[in-house]
């Protein structure tokens, strides 16, 4: 058994629920990952880290209507880490989630 949790080299995926049209988070993908060795496609994108890779797998849009004038975009997006540290996934986890904040200003 590994005693430490961040010496566990399984992969880790992260599920979540963006409040984005897909053009729109294409559109915003660039961003988070300038600093990367990164390669962007229709479905999401592939980030190749010293120690690990990083993929980021976008689904079909759909739309959570609150009523007929309030329609908000819903897009599935999976984030998977394969052989990637915590201190990389924290970092990468960070610009990202910073990057696709609305509300700002």
């Keep these: 058994m590994v005693s430490d949790p961040a010496e566990y080299k399984s992969p880790f995926g992260l599920q979540r629920e963006m409040g984005f049209s897909r053009r729109e988070f294409f ?23 010293s120690k690990g890779t990083i993929r980021i797998v976008v689904g079909e849009e759909r739309e959570r209507r609150l009523s007929d004038l309030v329609i908000l975009p ?12 915590r201190a990389d996934k924290a970092i990468f986890l960070r610009k990202f ?7 700002l200003g």
């Excluded at 819903?74 to 540290?85: A, H, Q, T």
């Excluded at 989630?97 to 509300?103: Q, T």
């Design 27 to 49: 559109n915003l993908l660039p961003k988070p990952l300038a600093t990367y060795d990164a390669v962007i496609d229709h479905s999401g994108a592939t980030i190749k880290l």
């Design 74 to 85: 819903i897009l599935p997006v999976s984030i998977m880490f394969e052989g990637v540290d």
């Design 97 to 103: 989630d910073f990057s696709y904040m609305k509300g």
